[in-house]
Each structure stands twice: as C-alpha cells, then as structure tokens.
C-alpha cells in the first residue's frame, strides 16, 4: 500500500468517512471534530457548509476496508 493513502484513523474518523460516501448522508453528521480533522488531511471538503469526500478520501477508503474488518474482528 502506497504511503499517500496509508492513514492512522480513529474509528470515529473512518464511520465520519464512510457516511460521507453518500451525499444525502452528509447532513446527519454532527460532530464538526471529526469533519475538521479529515479536512486537515485532505479526505473531505466543506462547499457552502456542507462536507464532501475527495477523491483522495474515496481511495483512503477503499483501500482502507480490510482495516475496518480487521477493527470489527
């Protein structure tokens, strides 16, 4: 796995993520924390209030699937 896209997140982080897949999703997270620190990584953008996943964040969390089974193990 390329260490571009190799990311250390907190569970939290990654279900922020995986809500973020769905745009019509985006307005059901609340907690502005974890919107902000994927923002400082480059994994989300906020357009007019609202966030969105990046590309970069579609690839993190794609290829970061095997960890989450490995989390729920």
Do not use: H
């Not at 896209?5 to 990654?14: A, K, R």
């Amino acid at each position: 796995m390329s260490n571009d896209i190799d990311f250390d997140l907190s569970p939290d982080q990654w279900e922020a993520l995986r809500t973020l897949r769905n745009p019509v999703s985006s307005g059901r997270l609340s907690k502005a924390y974890l919107v902000e620190g994927l923002v400082e990584l480059g994994l989300v953008v906020v357009n007019d209030g609202v966030p969105a996943i990046t590309p970069a964040g579609r690839k993190v969390l794609v290829r970061g699937s095997c960890r989450l089974l490995d989390l729920v193990a």
